[in-house]
């Protein structure tokens, strides 16, 4: 059925109703601040619909509401919250994020998924093995938004020695352009060490397609926080394996780690070619090199990513890449 079109006068009704609202809401905002004594911090754990669990600076998980005005809050937001009845939270107010991880909706409005992180970690498996440009699309958002990332390849035990050097090979180019590339199995905790290593002073968040091993991944690093699962099913009132919300961890050895819920795609934002190019490290390193300054580095003469693709710096599947993500641009 195809929607209905509001007229000027309607959509400025909507947007006039809209300020009042916020504008109510952040008069009872501020008459509750009065007291800013009884304002506690804390984080996001998981949001799901109405209800959020935050930790509190004690470690403590709370349950919490929030006003409608503080927008989109997201596993990860700094808040600050107050007491409530039957040790419950009101959350009164967000921090300014350092970070937003986000994607578009289906009506192409950016969606926050996480905030606050410091670190992009996409999981890979043999099984289900990786589709399309996932990968690439992940590490062009953490180039965007400047955060680290790593890839980590799961379910090693599933493959014999060779398989397991030949699926690493595979991704080898990726570690030559600084993303770190670890392989791991949470059945056996091979590779949990190395991984381990990159995790303090950061939060992480763990990205990829459904059932490639994320949540299992969280349990193997460390399975002395399986206890909040139920935390999660009470917050959710869901039991089920797949995650369905984002879901921040607190390493005890150090850093904070976010599962998040498995993806088919992961469709990138609003994107021109320059900050396409921007969003692969080794394109980015030769803009402006090309002869002609809206090269397409198709067949121009004098393009220095061809150049650099016969020279065997630029990986050919990279640039296979780049050129379907400038396709769908156009
Ligand atoms: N053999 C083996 N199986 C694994 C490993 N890690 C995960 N699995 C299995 O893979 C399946 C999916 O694992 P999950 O951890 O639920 O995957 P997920 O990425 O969290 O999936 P979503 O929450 O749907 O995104 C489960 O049956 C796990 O037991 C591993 O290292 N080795
Ligand atoms: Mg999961
Ligand atoms: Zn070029």
Known sequence: MPRRRLTRQQRARIARHHNQRHQQADNAHLDDLDDPSTLRSGQVI?????NILIRAENGEAIHCVFRQHLGELVCGDQILWQTSENNTGVIVAVKPRKSTLSRPDYAGQDKPIAANITQLIVVLAPEPA?????????LIAAERIGVKA??????????THEKRAQFQASFSHYAALGYPLI???????????PLLAHLPNNTSILVGQSGVGKSSLINALSP?????????????GLGR??????????????????DSPGVRSFRLGHMDRRKLENGYPELRALIGQCKFSDC?????????????LLNGTIHPQRLASFQHMMAAID
């Open 224 to 236: 002395d926080m399986c206890i909040t699962e139920g935390e999660l099913s009470q917050a959710t």
């Open 296 to 308: 397409r580095h198709q067949d121009e003469p004098g393009c220095a990513v061809r150049q650099a």
């Open 183 to 193: 392989q791991v199995s949470s059945k056996t905790r091979q590779g949990t060490t």
């Open 150 to 159: 790593l890839i980590c390849l799961t379910k090693a035990d599933l493959l």
């Open 130 to 138: 990786p589709t399309g440009y996932l990968l690439d699309q992940y």
């Open 46 to 50: 998981i949001r799901h619909g109405p």
């Open 241 to 258: 394996h797949t995650t369905s919300s984002a879901h921040l961890y607190a390493l005890p050895s150090g850093g904070e780690l976010i």
